[in-house]
């Protein structure tokens, strides 16, 4: 197993998406697959869903497992190596199921990896030309995890 130093926040910038269609997309990219380890989906899993406004409810914060976490990312340019990534499906907006989901995956992932929320980084923070996750991370680690 790799040695895991962080873990990396990212939001698709998409209103839609599951892991089948987040793998397709990175595919497109010449990746070999979805590139983060861990998606939460919102209630919109595929396109129909969002275009149609159908939503899926009971997979509103679902967490989903991308690649293993055994294996490097493809989420964060010099970063892989020894993070974990993990995205949220949405764009600006997240939903409190998400949210909940993701304070209950990074919890579980600090004590599987003996690691500290000051190990837990937005993507905007290793690239300034980048929002994502359009959260507050520091009101995300003060708020949640002190």
């Given amino acids: 197993m790799r040695k895991i130093n962080k873990i990396i926040i990212h939001c698709t910038d998409s209103e839609f998406g599951d892991v089948e269609t987040i793998d397709a997309w990175h595919r497109q990219r010449g990746w070999k697959g979805i590139g983060y380890h861990f998606l939460i989906g919102n209630a919109y ?3 129909e869903n969002y275009k149609e406004r159908l939503p899926v409810v009971e997979h509103d914060g679902v967490i989903l497992e991308g690649r293993p976490v055994a294996e490097i990312g493809a989420h964060t340019l010099h ?5 974990i990534g993990i995205a949220l499906v949405g764009s600006n907006v997240f939903s409190r199921a998400q949210l909940n989901s993701l304070v209950k995956l990074l919890k579980m992932l600090i004590k599987q990896f003996n690691l500290s929320i000051a190990d837990v980084y937005g993507h905007y923070e290793f690239n300034q030309w980048k929002s994502c996750p359009n959260i507050n991370m520091n009101f995300l680690r003060e708020e949640f995890f002190q």
């Fill in 45 to 47: 899993p595929k396109y």
């Fill in 79 to 83: 970063h892989n190596l020894d993070s």
